[in-house]
């Protein structure tokens, strides 16, 4: 029980820390809200499979500075000081619940924005979604490990989106099949096994997380 209330109380750090800071986030939103609107405006007639590949793109790119960032932002004295606060596993766990938070809220923002300027091509909404909300909480786990083994080295900003794509790049295909096959009118049944494959990779991502986060930590 204590460990949930020091999870819930550094989730509310984090958003606290993020209303006083927001211009990381109102960058990813206006970054998603331009590039939907070139999308847009270069190619208003879209197809569907392009539409899926260009919000994927998007979404991958816009959202990778804004996630990572709950590390990158973290100096070493910040570290220390949170290491006498609570545990190692409340801190991690705060992080990842925050991260996947903040990432299913930029992914369903930038998918509002797609169905403003292009509409929404998608014929099977229900398994599209539960598509969607597990790509994008591995991408957000994956932003949150990179991110905090980018923080123990020189030049963080710059190793973040170097390591995240080599592991975010089978999340992101496997994805990008299951949205195309949501788009068609008959849906194909083997949608529900690329589904099961991104939620395995997702728990893989997770059980990595746990794994690694603690040396890390401790170092």
Wanted: net charge positive; charged share 10%; proline share 5%.
């Amino acid at each position: 029980m204590n460990e949930l209330k020091s999870i819930a109380l550094l989730i509310r750090a984090e958003f606290q820390l993020d209303l006083k800071k927001p211009a990381v986030l109102a960058s990813a939103f206006l970054q998603m809200s331009t590039m939907a609107l070139l999308a847009f405006l270069s190619q208003p007639s879209i197809n569907p499979k392009i539409w899926s590949s260009l919000f994927w793109i998007i979404l991958l790119f816009c959202t990778l500075q804004a996630i990572s960032k709950n590390f990158l932002g973290v100096h070493r004295a910040r570290w220390i000081y949170f290491n006498q606060l609570s545990s190692v596993q409340s801190i991690l766990w705060s992080k990842m619940v925050y991260g996947w938070i903040s990432m299913i809220v930029l992914t369903c923002a930038n998918l509002l924005l797609f169905g403003f300027f292009m509409g929404f091509p998608i014929a099977h909404p229900g398994v599209y979604f539960t598509n969607l909300i597990l790509v994008a909480a591995g991408i957000g786990s994956v932003f949150i490990l990179i991110g905090a083994i980018a923080t123990k080295a020189n030049q963080a900003g710059f190793l973040a989106p170097v390591l995240s794509l080599p592991v975010i790049l089978p999340l992101i295909l496997v994805g990008m099949q299951a949205s195309n096959k949501t788009l068609n009118p008959v849906l194909v049944s083997s949608v529900y096994k690329d589904i099961a494959l991104v939620g395995a990779l997702d728990f893989l991502i997770v059980v990595l997380c746990g794994i690694l986060f603690q040396p890390l930590w401790k170092e």
